[in-house]
């Protein structure tokens, strides 16, 4: 046998232990795939190779090509015996994760995350598991001693010389490195890409313990301070049986409004009050579409980003879940979370999402199948419509006006209610090079002049397709939602608000009556409101509430390993230990108000990690 023969064999096997794990969660539990049909479970396992090999090649990928050297003195048996059982402990361990997540996946219907990292720190509670459960342990040193066994017999096995030695060896590193990173496109495989499809039985049948666990583990586990649920629950003022539910956030919408809505999302990159004169007032003159847009229409002066990464935004705004620290985003979530686009779609609304920005950027594809978006499209769908600065035509971030008018096309070809989402990218650093009249001022990719033209010609853009809007039939019966993922990173040196404070604006001159709101409000009360906007029924989670209805003055926030909690009398900052800066909005905020909303930061904080961490968030 060959050295490539052999390390066929090694990866057969390791390939065939996730396909038992794989088929003994779909037959142990059985009853959570039960929505599948023959053809996608078979589908699934076939989508599902694509994770086994990451995960095989990530964690074996080096020691087999180590192995597989073309050199002579690999040919040494110590020096191979020595590489293959290297290459069997990381198999040994894979399989005991496989086994554990088959048995932990009954408990919260979804698969491993970063509870290893925990398990690992506490070495005296697994000393205790192993010593409660003696039978199981016995068994499993029974199987790996077997394992050993006739692992060293294979490894023994005689060895043959190989032909076109380094050409095979060039093809494999080639193999290794696709398989690790999931394929050949922009971006390595992620967890988000096995719920592209929307489905999360789907998804959980797709995905294998090793993969999710690893994926999640990159975020490291966060201490916080012990509350107990009895507190929680008198600080929030929860029902009394809240922790005895299944999901105790999950609520029944029934339409708030008469009528049911168009909705179009601008989801504008960097987009920060200051520069925008309605909401800055520092006149600097290139915002007069969005000036005009908020004159006309619900204007909010205190809405906050939940985060500081497009991620969060986006996170917050389409599923309507927080940042969590010691959890991963959606893009590494294994657990259940409400999707606003497929719950559209179940209402019979057609969804789209129109990204500028080249399709695998940012995960966004991946994201927005995952969320429930019927169709997608980015950069290299839209053909170039404008005579662009010679240097910049072609760059991935894409441009905003050809992205509103290819949405524009999109909604015309759609006769029933529709839901579109664009993310608009030209603000993105680097700052593309304008031509006039976009360059007022002095370029610099990374610089305020750079910001400030950039945002000048997506204002324009936005009016151009405002304009264009006014004049289709379903206009009348559409609101336009334009928001921001987060402030601007650069060159900013604004206080704990104005590191989150986005602007807001809700524009429908014919349905809504032009209005200012000071309540404060985030990114997380957007999903909620954007429910009601288009008078969903369903039963859905999210921590915020529906800007149409009666809610609570506050937004949470995550500024990178610390919360913060802002209202309309002060704002606190946490590090889930310690609390840290604080200051006063309201002159009647006194020093009992800052231990409350100590107490309630926390307390949200406490409730979405238990039920997101054991997979009770949604249903």
Request: proline share 4%; glycine share 6%; aromatic share 14%.
């Amino acid at each position: 046998m060959g050295i490539f023969q052999k390390i066929i064999v090694y990866s057969g096997i390791g390939l065939f232990v996730f396909l038992l794990a794989r088929l003994g969660i779909l037959l142990i539990h059985h009853e959570y795939f039960g929505s599948l049909t023959f053809g996608e479970i078979l589908v699934g396992f076939f989508y599902g190779l694509r994770f086994d090999l990451a995960s095989l090649f990530v964690f074996l990928g080096i020691p087999l090509l180590i192995m597989a050297l073309p050199f002579r003195w690999m040919q040494y048996k110590w020096l191979h015996l020595a590489l293959s059982l290297i290459v069997f402990f990381l198999l040994a361990v894979q399989s005991t994760v496989l086994v554990a997540d088959v048995a932990y996946f009954g408990y919260v219907k979804r698969h491993l995350t970063n509870e290893l990292l925990f398990l690992v720190k506490d070495i005296n509670y697994l000393i205790k598991e192993v010593a409660a459960n003696p039978t199981y342990f016995t068994a499993w040193m029974v199987l790996f001693i077997m394992a050993v066994y006739y692992w060293l017999r294979l490894a023994l096995f005689p060895m043959r010389p190989v032909s076109w030695h380094l050409f095979k060896f060039t093809l494999f590193f080639l193999f290794v490195i696709i398989a690790g990173r999931g394929g050949i496109g922009m971006k390595p495989l992620a967890i988000v890409h096995a719920y592209s499809s929307g489905s999360s039985s789907f998804g959980n049948l797709v995905l294998n313990g090793v993969f999710s666990a690893s994926q999640s583990s990159l975020t490291a586990p966060v201490a916080r301070k012990s509350i107990s649920k009895e507190q929680i629950k008198e600080t929030l003022n929860l029902p009394e049986d809240f922790w005895q539910k299944q999901y105790p956030l999950s609520r029944n919408n029934k339409p708030h409004l008469n009528q049911k809505y168009n909705l179009v999302v601008l989801f504008v990159e960097s987009l920060t009050p200051r520069y925008i004169d309605s909401f800055g007032g520092n006149n600097y003159q290139i915002t007069a579409n969005l000036d005009k847009m908020s004159l006309e229409g619900w204007k909010f002066n205190r809405f906050y980003s939940h985060g500081q990464r497009s991620i969060d935004g986006l996170q917050s705004v389409l599923v309507g879940l927080p940042s969590i620290l010691g959890l991963p985003a959606i893009s590494h979530l294994s657990a259940n979370y409400s999707k606003i686009a497929a719950i559209a779609e179940q209402n019979g609304v057609s969804t789209i999402f129109v990204n500028s920005t080249l399709r695998e950027s940012f995960l966004f594809e991946a994201i927005a199948g995952s969320v429930g978006f019927s169709e997608y499209y980015g950069k290299e769908d839209m053909p170039l419509l404008l005579d662009y600065h010679p240097d910049e035509k072609d760059r991935n971030l894409g441009w905003d006006y050809e992205t509103l008018m290819f949405s524009l096309e999109k909604i015309n070809k759609i006769d029933n209610q529709f839901l579109l989402f664009i993310s608009l990218n030209t603000d993105h650093t680097p700052f593309p090079k304008m031509k006039a009249p976009f360059n007022r001022h002095n370029h610099n990719t990374t610089g305020e002049g750079g910001y400030l033209n950039a945002l000048h010609y997506t204002d324009w853009a936005i009016g151009e397709f405002m304009a264009k809007s006014q004049k289709e039939e379903w206009f009348s019966n559409t609101i336009f939602a334009v928001t921001s993922d987060h402030v601007l990173g650069h060159f900013q040196n604004g206080n704990f608000l104005q590191r989150f404070r986005i602007p807001l604006i809700f524009f429908a001159p014919e349905i809504l009556k032009p209005k200012e709101i000071e309540t404060v409000s985030s990114q997380l009360d957007l999903m909620p409101t954007f429910i009601d906007f288009m008078g969903l029924e369903t039963e859905y989670t999210a921590l915020g509430t529906s800007l149409l209805r009666n809610k609570e003055s506050f937004a949470l926030v995550r500024e990178g390993s610390l919360v913060g909690i802002i209202t309309d009398r002060g704002y606190l900052k946490h590090s889930l230990i310690h609390r840290l800066e604080f200051g006063k909005v309201h002159p009647g905020a006194d020093d009992n108000y800052f231990d409350l909303l100590e107490d309630r930061l926390l307390a949200w904080d406490n409730v979405a990690y238990e039920l997101v961490s054991n997979n009770r968030w949604s249903p």
